[in-house]
């Protein structure tokens, strides 16, 4: 909670008061005193009743989903309620203006509330970044009769929004610059392809035709069909060093960086599956957790965690992603091509970068 | 509101049409007309329930006819039939003007203008009638009410009326007194705050330097150096003075007959504690002018003051001149000074004859002192003089054996006398003048004053920078400060007044010494203490008047002399001064042919050094500095035992919480940052192996104690105990391991 004060409002509020305090020097009698205690009493008396009212007034937010899509318009519905003594007066919103777009509600719409009053407030609200944070109303402003003073008071439980990134290409550049389907022949770390090999045996109902191993069958006069071996594989990691920012830091340019780097994860992860290209992505979620991508559904999987899946609960967990990250080549398969992607990138360093 | 104000408003409007309203319709008038109104209005809202608006409005006004009838005939309450008829006349009129609230709204403005203008012209609404205060406060809110409508809402919606309700009711709480604020209470507060925050100041340096053992709280006279260099005023406290007796004199002026105030002044001299020897000589004086009680009380008076010391460290006892009686908590102080320094709060208790030394009669008495009849006069004799003339027991001052000695040689020991009319290292120059000032006059006191008038010419100055170091304690210094004075710079401080005084008399064959100690005037106003600062410290000279004794005088013209601090009083019986020979214009008289000033260089005023002023400058930030570190570290201490007392008095699930979140700290500091989610297990986690199981036990007891109902064990003062001991366990061991770092490292 804290208190501003209108510069003009109160220059003039203290001007008048001096002149009270110099009548009530050369003047006694309720023309003088009434006005002095009147302008002593004000500014206490509106804080009260300021105060009063914050412990009166109830707010409740709520949209439609539970899950958000980024960019699309929900609807956004705000109940406000004084349950209090006094009535509310000219109480005005303080919204979450840099992450989200209201259709119909403005910074500074006036609300005002007779005792036991309840109003609701609805519009469309689109979240401009990816992850999940704060939305809707931030904070309640009330202000004195005269406008002297406003008092800021922070909504104590706001609308934590989980809105899902887009998927695009946007990882796709960075992606095909390292040609990495023509020189690695990548393989599933799980689905082992099937390739031709030289075991052989009778032919079941249910195998294909393209098993069958002709010259084998004509020789032994019975359709035999070769047994298929597992080839090795080759793998891809994405790694993904999220920064380690505490929940109270997180303003605008980390809702930017994060929105960025979770639609450049979900277009990689996209990017490999279209492919049909298996990916295990390593990320920070409490600890550090492997997921692997490989098919729709895994996706769908990580891609119902990813906006708000990604987070560090020590600082431990951060180093060790940044061991992970800088590791060269120690326990590594060789198969293994590795991409970092950092949230946080220095000047001059690429978005996503190999490692060797 | 409005009606409140509005019938208060026109019933003073009748008041001043018709006087004799008031003692019918008063307070109580109003009163019932607001109860009645709001009856009307109750009754309405009940009907409005099943009739229309104006039906409802036109029957809830009924009643007023037949309260009307019943009211009639009560005696105490004669004001209530009309109460009740004006009461119904609003209630119709609230109901039925059109555009209400503008009514309301521009109605209050015209009803303020109206108050302000009766109690500007008429002093309409008393302070004391409540009622009047109440509805001048309402109609104060409800012209706020209309300014916040129209400046700042723009007619849209206005403040919700309760906030200036509940402003009205606290104004009306608070006193609105008929006279204006009186500031002086707060003046003297911060008068007195800033005063105990010098003290405070001033205490720290005192205590702090005195665990220095440095000589910054010597006395101030002594400071004064008695060399005539510069000096500089300085306004730490030395003294604290208490006084029962009246600070200043009445007297009536002669040449209008007004009735005049004059301050009242005392000479507190260090070193000497009880003068007997001035004592002896003023009763020898006395007694042998034969002076009565009645004479001696136009000059003099037996005084008592308290002395306590401040910022001060000496040895010296500090009395007032005269003083007959000194003691310290009750015990007789018999010697000048003592052997170890007396510190702050050290108290002396002072009787004292103050003597008016500007009395025509003592001035009388002292110039025909040589004329009177030299007799002898027994130990006896004088005592019971004493007692008549002062009371004062002299027995219990002097003993028989102590006044043989003082009496038996003629006076004083002609050694001692020798060195007070040491003339040594006085030029030529200054016997000339000595000798053209006092060579026409024969009588020893018309000397001591033509002097004492001469050198009060001399314009005072402190910064002599550049006018060389003199030795006061010698005679020779005394010549060069008196050269100084009178041929050089012309201008000096108290010390080269006393000392050219005490050359010039010397060399009228006068004895002559000077004193040093304090000169304080008391203000007009009684206080409970006078505080007597350093700037205060002040040397004077004094003569030895032949059959008077030693007589003091005040030649340095910043002060006042003993003729302007006169007490103006006549004895009792008709001795008027013709008869005491003390003629009028016998000042005009002496200085009739008193000589020019001579001096070369006229008061060249000198600049204090830079140097001076920056070395101040420094000791000043040092000593702030160091004043601030005490002041930390008496906090950080204080902190640190409040602390400690605070967990000794507390309840074992208290002391729990504490030692809890003391482990919580010291893990913390121990760790890598981390989140804290408000989870114990966090820090559990944490903590060093060897003791996690243990403080897993703590927290679990604490947990308990927030979080278990009411049936479950309460802490007990083993857990609370094993908690402190864990917490301290823990402290060591990070203590071991920190050390265990820094060795390493």
Not at chain 1, 199 to 209: F, H
Request: net charge negative; charged share 25%.
């Amino acid at each position: 909670m804290s208190i501003s004060f209108s510069k003009k409002g109160l220059l003039l509020y203290l001007l008048i008061l001096l002149g009270s305090l110099v009548l009530a020097s050369f003047y006694g009698g309720p023309v003088s005193f009434v006005l002095l205690y009147a302008l002593l009493l004000m500014i206490p008396i509106s804080l009260i009743y300021m105060i009063i009212n914050i412990f009166s007034v109830s707010l409740y937010q709520e949209i439609e989903v539970h899950k958000l899509a980024k960019g699309d318009t929900h609807n956004y519905r705000v109940l406000v309620e004084n349950s209090g003594i006094l009535p509310i007066h000219n109480m005005t919103f303080g919204l979450y203006r840099d992450r989200s777009e209201f259709v119909s509600l403005r910074d500074g719409d006036e609300v005002s509330l007779d005792v036991r009053q309840k109003k609701e407030i609805s519009s469309g609200i689109s979240c401009k970044y990816a992850g999940a944070y704060n939305i809707g109303v931030e904070d309640l402003f009330f202000t004195d009769p005269f406008r002297i003073m406003r008092l800021k008071y922070p909504v104590p439980y706001s609308f934590r929004a989980i809105v899902s990134p887009r998927i695009t290409d946007i990882a796709d550049d960075f992606l095909d610059i390292e040609n990495m389907v023509n020189s690695s022949g990548l393989k599933s770390a799980r689905l082992f392809e099937e390739t031709p090999g030289s075991d052989m045996r009778a032919y079941r109902s249910g195998d294909p035709l393209s098993a069958i191993n002709w010259k084998v069958s004509a020789r032994l006069s019975e359709l035999m069909v070769r047994v298929p071996d597992k080839l090795e594989k080759r793998t891809v990691t994405l790694i993904l060093l999220a920064v380690n920012v505490p929940e109270r830091e997180q303003d605008t340019e980390f809702l930017k960086k994060r929105d960025y780097f979770l639609e450049f994860v979900v277009s990689a992860a996209w990017h490999f599956g279209q492919q049909r290209i298996p990916v295990k992505l390593i990320y920070p979620a409490g600890t550090v957790r492997e997921s692997v991508v490989d098919s729709y559904d895994t996706f769908l999987e990580f891609y119902n965690i990813v906006a708000d899946g990604i987070f560090y609960s020590t600082d431990s967990d951060y180093d060790k992603m940044k061991d992970i990250a800088d590791s060269k080549g120690d326990n590594w398969d060789d198969m293994d091509i590795r991409l970092l992607i950092r949230e946080d990138k220095e000047p001059g360093d690429d978005y996503c970068t190999v490692i060797d | 509101m409005f009606i409140f104000s509005l019938t208060c408003v026109c019933l003073w409007g009748a008041y001043l049409a018709k006087g004799d309203l008031r003692e019918m319709y008063g307070s109580a008038f109003v009163l019932a007309v607001l109860i009645s109104f709001v009856f009307y209005g109750c009754l309405e809202h009940l009907f409005r329930t099943f009739t229309g608006g104006i039906i409802s409005a036109l029957v809830s006004v009924f009643p007023s006819v037949v309260l009307f009838f019943l009211v009639k005939d009560i005696e105490n309450f004669p004001y209530l039939q009309t109460a009740v008829m004006v009461a119904a006349l609003l209630r119709l009129f609230t109901d039925f003007v059109p555009f209400r609230e503008k009514v309301v709204l521009f109605g209050s403005f015209i009803l303020l203008a109206v108050a302000v203008s009766l109690r500007l012209s008429n002093g309409a609404f008393w302070p004391e009638d409540k009622a009047e205060t109440a509805a001048f406060a309402c109609l104060a809110m409800l012209v706020m009410s209309g300014l916040q409508y129209l400046i700042l809402e723009k007619g849209k919606e206005p403040f919700p009326y309760a906030f200036f309700v509940v402003m009205a009711v606290a104004v009306v709480l608070l006193p609105a007194r008929e006279e204006p604020i009186n500031w002086n209470p707060v003046i003297d507060a911060g008068k007195r705050f800033v005063q105990r925050a010098e003290d405070a100041y001033s205490d720290a340096f005192y205590f702090a330097s005195g665990l220095f053992k440095s000589d910054d709280f010597a006395t101030g006279y002594s400071n004064l150096g008695l060399t005539g260099a510069s000096t500089s005023e300085n306004n730490n406290t030395e003294l604290f003075l208490r006084t029962k007796s009246q600070t200043y004199v009445l007297f009536k002026d002669k040449e209008n007959g007004k009735l005049m105030k004059r301050r009242r002044s005392v000479y507190l001299v260090g070193g000497r504690g009880v003068d007997k020897e001035r004592i002896v000589d003023l009763l020898t004086l006395l007694y042998r002018a034969g002076a009565t009680k009645e004479l001696t009380d136009a000059f003099s008076q037996k005084t008592t003051l308290e002395l306590e010391y401040g910022y001060l460290r000496t040895g010296d006892e500090i009395a007032p001149m005269g003083c007959v009686e000194l003691t310290s908590s009750g015990k007789p102080v018999l010697q000048g000074s003592s052997d170890s320094p007396h510190k702050k709060g050290y108290t002396l208790d002072a009787t004292y004859i103050d003597i008016d030394y500007g009395s025509p009669y003592f001035v009388d008495v002292v110039r025909n002192a040589d004329s009177y009849p030299v007799e002898e006069i027994s130990y006896k004799e004088l005592c019971d003089y004493g007692k008549k003339i002062y009371t004062i027991n002299l027995d219990y001052i002097i003993t028989e054996e102590e006044y043989a000695a003082m009496t038996g040689t003629a006076g004083n020991d002609a050694e001692t006398m020798a060195l007070y009319i040491d003339t040594t290292g006085c030029s030529p120059q200054l016997s000339d003048l000595a000798h053209k000032l006092t060579d026409d006059l024969d009588n020893e006191y018309d000397k001591c004053r033509i002097i004492e008038e001469y050198l009060r010419q001399f314009p005072y100055n402190l910064n002599m920078g550049d006018a060389g170091v003199s030795d006061m304690s010698k005679t020779e210094g005394m010549s060069e400060l008196a050269e100084v004075l009178l041929f050089q710079k012309g201008e000096g401080y108290c010390v080269h007044y006393a000392s050219a005084m005490t050359m010039l008399l010397r060399l009228s064959g006068i004895p002559a010494r000077c004193d040093a100690g304090y000169s304080y005037l008391y203000p007009f106003e009684e206080q409970e203490e006078y505080r007597v600062e350093a700037s205060r410290a002040h040397t004077w000279p004094e003569a030895y008047i032949e059959g008077a004794g030693w007589i003091p005088f005040e030649p340095t013209g910043a002060y006042l002399s003993a003729a302007d601090r006169t007490w103006n009083r006549e004895p009792k019986q008709a001795q008027s001064v013709e008869d005491v020979g003390l003629a009028e214009g016998y000042l005009e008289g002496l200085m009739q042919n008193m000589p020019e000033i001579q001096t070369e260089g006229v008061g060249e005023v000198t600049v204090e050094p830079v140097e001076k002023g920056i070395f101040r400058l420094i000791t000043i930030v040092v000593a702030v500095i160091l004043s601030v570190l005490f002041l930390f570290l008496v906090l950080l201490i204080g902190t640190m035992l409040v602390r400690e007392a605070l967990y000794k008095r507390a309840t074992f699930e208290e002391k729990l919480r504490t030692d809890v979140e003391l482990i919580k700290k010291d893990i913390r500091k121990h760790s890598d940052s981390f989140f804290d989610r408000g989870l114990l297990s966090d820090y559990e986690k944490r903590a060093p192996e060897v003791l996690r199981q243990q403080i897993g036990e703590i927290f679990g007891l604490y947990y308990r104690a927030e979080y278990a109902g009411p049936g479950s064990n309460a802490i007990s003062e083993v857990d609370s105990r094993k908690a402190l001991e864990i917490r301290k366990k823990l402290h060591e061991s990070y203590k071991k391991d920190t050390n265990k770092k820094r060795r390493g490292s």
